[in-house]
Each structure stands twice: as C-alpha cells, then as structure tokens.
C-alpha cells in the first residue's frame, strides 16, 4: 500500500494551481493526479445509477411498518367491532376495517422510520455529506515528505487536507472509493507530533 495525500477544490484552475505548486515544490508528476469526485450518490457504482443498493436512511422501515401493521390493525378491528356493535354490520365490515388500518399503519410506520433524529432531537436525513464533491488533488508522497505536500496543498488552497493509505498505479490512485470516510490530515499530524 501507498501513503497518499490529497486535498479537494473547487475547480479545475485551482487544482492545476496546486499541482504545479507540488512540481515547484520538487514532487515528480508520476506522483501527482487530480480528478473530480461527484456528489454523494452520483458515483455510478451500480449498473443502474448510485452509490448503494438501497438507501440507508430506510433501514428502520421495515420494523416501523410491522409496528404500523399491529397498531393500525388492532385500531382497525376495534373501529370495525364499534361499527359491528352501533350498526348491526355484517362482520366483513370488521375484516375490511382491520385490513385498511393494517395497510395505513404500515406506511406511516414506515414513514415515521424512514429518518434517523439528531442530536437536536430535529428529523434530519439518515446520513450526511462524507466527502464534498470537487476536484482532488492526490499525491503519492513517503512518510518523509508528507507533511510537505499537506503544506504545499493547504497554501495553495486546497481543503479538506486528507491522508490515505492505497494502491497508486500508473501515476494515479487506482482504488479511490468515493464513499470511504477520508481521515483528515490534521488528525494525522497530532497523532504523530
């Protein structure tokens, strides 16, 4: 595995910026690479679209619609006896009612579950942003020089100052995976100061 160093921009002139500015700065070409990285769920990582095969945020569903289904047929079926008892109904009024609480608890069951609350006790969407999108400038750098081209990337304007440990191939990192959580570089340099 290869130690990388990488930092995001906002376009493409900043990120070529930065990378001359690692030229400049004694890094060789094979050892540089930029490329841009798409929104979440925009990385096409399946053949129909998308980063996963199903949403994270709908994980709790199915628990909240078989929690909907009980209390929505419970509720159902004591509306439907209410009905039964009040207005002499034949008993399939009590079936359908039960099946139509039944049906309606488990989409708002599912619905209720489908978003995880925050800290604030505010529904907020199962999962957050892991890494902006923009143009990455990756370096393939030595435990000597690293420290260098964080430099060199953060005076140059670079963001989210990231280190990783990958496989660079042919003058790029051949296994970026978009959705991995980066490990920001200032955690790096305390935890080696």
Do not use: C
């Not at 493409?12 to 910026?17: D, I, R």
């Not at 994980?59 to 009905?83: L, S």
């Amino acid at each position: 595995m290869s130690l990388i160093v990488a930092a995001r921009f906002t376009t493409f002139p900043a990120a070529e910026s930065g990378a001359q500015k690692l030229f400049d700065a004694g890094f060789v070409e094979e050892d540089v690479t930029l490329f841009f990285v798409n929104p979440r769920g925009q990385h096409a990582r399946f053949a129909i679209g998308g980063d996963t095969d199903t949403d994270p945020g709908a994980r709790e569903a199915p628990k909240g619609a078989g929690m909907g289904v009980t209390i929505g047929a419970v509720i159902g079926a004591v509306v439907g006896v209410a009905i039964f008892a009040a207005f002499s109904a034949p008993l399939l009024v009590s079936l359908i009612a039960a099946g139509v609480g039944a049906y309606v608890g488990s989409l708002v069951g599912a619905m209720s579950r489908t978003h995880e609350r925050g800290k604030s006790g505010h529904r907020m969407p199962y999962h957050e942003e892991i890494r902006d999108s923009g143009v990455l400038v990756a370096v393939h750098v030595s435990p000597d020089n690293q420290f260098e081209a964080a430099r060199v990337l953060r005076e140059a304007g670079g963001a989210a100052i990231e280190k990783a440990s990958g496989r660079w191939q042919q003058g790029r990192w051949a296994d970026f995976d978009p959705r991995k959580t980066p490990e920001p570089m200032q955690e790096f340099e305390q935890k080696h100061a």
